[in-house]
């Protein structure tokens, strides 16, 4: 691992933050009524938008990054989701409102993603004040 890179995991890596992301996981896992791998796609999107925060800060990507890995993680979770649930949601109680849903949290990550895409196009990778 770079050294920049390692200073910097290790500077953000507190017990606060540790604690933080078991307390959001616990929240899901209780919200979620125990579904493990909901539960875990939640943390791994959470882990994405931290994770770029700090590759932003160490390498000195540009801020249209994190619109950019939000949207392509969103779409990636939802999908990964909506292939574990049941194929007949519209079968059961409240199926119709589920699918609504997942259809608002799709059109919200494709726009996102598209927002990523055309600041990533106007701004470029690499931040203005990046060595």
Known sequence: ????LHAALQERTMLGSVLGWATVAGIFWLMLD?????????????????SIDVLRDVYGFSSAIKPLVVGIVGLASIGAILSLESVA?????G???????????TA??????YDGVR??????IWSDDAG
Request: with cysteine; hydrophobic share 60%; aromatic share 14%.
């Open 1 to 4: 691992m770079p050294d920049p």
């Open 34 to 50: 125990g579904a493990l791998v909901q539960v875990a796609l939640v943390v791994a999107l959470l882990f994405s938008i931290d």
């Open 89 to 93: 949601m519209f079968d059961e109680p």
């Open 95 to 105: 199926g119709t409102w589920r699918f609504l849903f997942f259809a608002a949290l």
């Open 108 to 113: 919200a990550a494709c726009w996102i993603l």
């Open 119 to 124: 600041r990533l196009r106007r701004e470029g």
